[in-house]
């Protein structure tokens, strides 16, 4: 069954906020904005091998273009879903494109979504150059979402592996934080479904409670310390971890 569907949406964060060169999660379209925070810092750190031709593959609204678009000098956006000025394409079926005809190519939180993630990543192999670098992030233990675009989960193991298995060197494994930041975002989530829930039953009142004011007060203890978010590969974020984040060298 092909991926593509007249109707499916990418529910992606709204774009980026650049501070001092990094890309944070808005406050006006999640109100966790941890998990952002490290896949943002560890983007940032990867900032010298963005260049050339990069293609953003499961781009959606395309979050980190604000980031990337000075880095390059041409952006190919692609999603399975139809939305204007993106390549729409089957992630199951090989991509339309050249073979080694992309310098960078950013896959961030897309593979869960694939249905054939190993065929993903040979495309990925097939059209990085010589040279070349992959930017990819994986949830590990993240609730379901898109559903019922969802289906694969990978350990930081998982993730080198299935890298190494097209040929591709994984460097700079990383986590998405370890436990704690996992909790906080479950936290923040169950946090954010209740001050919802309250507001619809309060109808026409519901204002009072979901309003700038309270998600400010959620949003600003996670501000006050997202540049302190730690990526690091420790013994604790290899057993929970909201994901990884490789980068995938091609020789």
């Given at each position: 069954t092909a991926v593509t569907d007249s109707v499916r949406l990418r529910h992606r964060q709204g774009p980026a906020r650049i501070i001092?060169?990094?890309?944070?999660?808005?406050?006006?379209?999640?109100?966790?904005?941890?998990?952002?925070?490290?896949?943002?810092?560890?983007l940032a750190r990867q900032e010298p091998l963005v260049h050339g031709r990069l293609m953003d593959l499961g781009c959606g609204n395309q979050p980190f273009l604000r980031w990337y678009e000075p880095l390059v000098k041409e952006v190919v956006p692609v999603d399975a879903a139809p939305i204007p000025g993106v390549v729409v394409?089957?992630?199951?079926?090989?991509?339309?494109?050249?073979?080694?005809?992309?310098?960078?190519?950013?896959?961030?939180?897309?593979?869960?979504?694939?249905?054939?993630?190993?065929?993903?990543?040979?495309?990925?192999?097939?059209?990085?150059?010589?040279?070349?670098?992959?930017?990819?992030?994986?949830?590990?233990?993240?609730?379901?979402?898109?559903?019922?675009?969802?289906?694969?989960?990978?350990?930081?193991?998982?993730?080198?592996?299935?890298?190494?298995?097209?040929?591709?060197?994984?460097?700079g494994l990383e986590a998405q934080g370890g436990?704690?930041?996992?909790?906080?975002?479950?936290?923040?989530?169950?946090?954010?479904?209740?001050i919802r829930a309250v507001a619809k039953l309060l109808g026409p009142l519901g204002g009072l409670v979901d309003n700038r004011l309270v998600r400010a007060a959620v949003a600003a203890p996670q501000e006050a310390v997202r540049a302190r978010v730690?990526?690091?590969?420790?013994?604790?974020?290899?057993?929970?971890?909201?994901?990884y984040m490789v980068v995938a060298r091609k020789d």
């Open positions: 001092d060169g990094v890309p944070y999660s808005d406050r006006s379209s999640t109100l966790s904005l941890l998990p952002g925070a490290a896949i943002g810092r560890w394409v089957d992630l199951t079926e090989p991509l339309p494109f050249s073979d080694a005809s992309f310098d960078t190519i950013l896959c961030t939180q897309v593979l869960e979504h694939v249905q054939n993630a190993e065929q993903a990543m040979a495309e990925i192999a097939r059209l990085l150059r010589p040279g070349g670098h992959a930017l990819i992030t994986v949830p590990f233990l993240y609730p379901t979402h898109e559903m019922p675009y969802d289906f694969w989960r990978y350990t930081h193991l998982g993730l080198r592996s299935l890298v190494e298995r097209h040929g591709l060197h994984a460097d436990p704690l930041l996992m909790l906080t975002h479950y936290g923040v989530l169950g946090l954010t479904a209740a730690s990526t690091r590969l420790s013994f604790p974020a290899k057993i929970a971890s909201l994901g």
